[in-house]
């Protein structure tokens, strides 16, 4: 499935306007330069200018979608200027999904270069509502109305950080009951033996959502939207990712620099196209954001082509046409 750019435009643009918003985990690929954005304008003294394209991209971005998953949050506290940077490059209507901060969600530090000293140490600051509040809320706020989704993705736990799956539980659901109201807010987890009734209670007791998450170590989407009371915040999130069983190092490996589709993922379009048939019935009760990644099939920009035209095929068909 190809990905033009007029179409998809007004494709997704009446999606959102049924409360229904697609787009891409992050945003800042030259392999998309052909489809999505034209090359030409980043070009610096006749040639392709990384910087400039990293910085301006996103205007061209919003041209065709409505939301888009910030994953740098993830990695650095957003600051009052970034915001105001990211917010100046899209219109009113779009929504940005935000990856929180590690600072909140890591347990313990892993061995990896970018943590330096801290490596292997216990967080101090995990699930500190505080800090949250402080560090990471408070540059959103005046741009609070561009907020689609908050998510709070937490890495895989070992029984060194969690023996039992209801001790992550209970400090969720301390964590949680701690925020300040009125955000949309979502949990991702990493452990498949989590995804048990009294994690999706806790969930609800609080209005946040769980995020239907194509993984590594997780169950399929498809399995993951069966579950009974899965759907328990103010929003339906979904992140499709990787390929259940492969490794992120190897999807970067096969599908670099994310041109164009390679290996496509029914199960995983069957899925996304589901949680969106179901989001336009509900009429904009509990809007979905649904996020795709790269390295899921090699190509978001193609899986998001290929998803919109199973979902317009099933409205289709359901409607006699």
């Known amino acids: 499935m190809l990905f033009e750019r007029e179409a998809m435009r007004a494709a997704l643009a009446e999606l959102a306007a049924g409360g229904v918003f697609i787009g891409t985990s992050s945003w800042k690929y030259p392999g998309w330069c052909g489809t999505l954005y034209d090359a030409e304008r980043y070009l610096y003294r006749g040639k392709f200018a990384t910087t400039r394209f990293e910085r301006d991209c996103l205007k061209e971005y919003a041209e065709v979608f409505k939301t888009v998953c910030v994953d740098a949050a993830f990695y650095t506290f957003p600051t009052p200027a970034g915001m105001a940077g990211l917010a100046a490059q899209v219109p009113p ?187 336009l019935k509900a009429k904009l009760r509990r809007p979905a954001l649904i996020y795709v990644n790269n390295r899921l099939e090699g190509n978001a920009l193609g899986t998001i082509a290929a998803l919109v035209a199973k979902v317009r095929a099933a409205r289709a068909a359901s409607s006699g046409q």
Do not use: C
Request: charged fraction near 25%; glycine fraction near 6%.
């Open 93 to 279: 209507d779009f929504r940005f999904g935000f990856k929180v901060t590690d600072e909140i969600t890591i347990r313990r530090f892993p061995n990896l270069a970018r943590f330096g000293h801290r490596a292997g140490l216990v967080n101090p600051h995990f699930l500190n509502a505080d800090l949250f509040t402080e560090r990471f809320l408070g540059p959103l706020e005046p741009h609070r109305a561009n907020v689609g989704v908050l998510m709070f993705e937490f890495s895989h736990f070992y029984p060194v950080d969690y023996a039992h799956g209801r001790d992550f539980v209970a400090d969720l659901d301390r964590f949680l009951g701690a925020l300040p109201r009125g955000w949309p807010y979502a949990v991702e987890i990493r452990n498949a033996s989590f995804l048990h009734p009294e994690y999706f209670a806790a969930l609800a007791r609080h209005q946040v959502a769980h995020v239907f998450n194509s993984w590594g170590a997780m169950p399929p989407v498809g399995e993951q939207i069966a579950l009974p009371d899965s759907r328990t915040g103010t929003v339906v999130p979904a992140r499709f990712l990787l390929r259940p069983g492969r490794k992120y190092e190897e999807a970067v490996r096969m599908f670099s620099p994310y041109d164009r589709v390679q290996e496509p993922n029914d199960d995983a379009r069957d899925a996304g196209a589901a949680l969106i048939i179901e989001a």
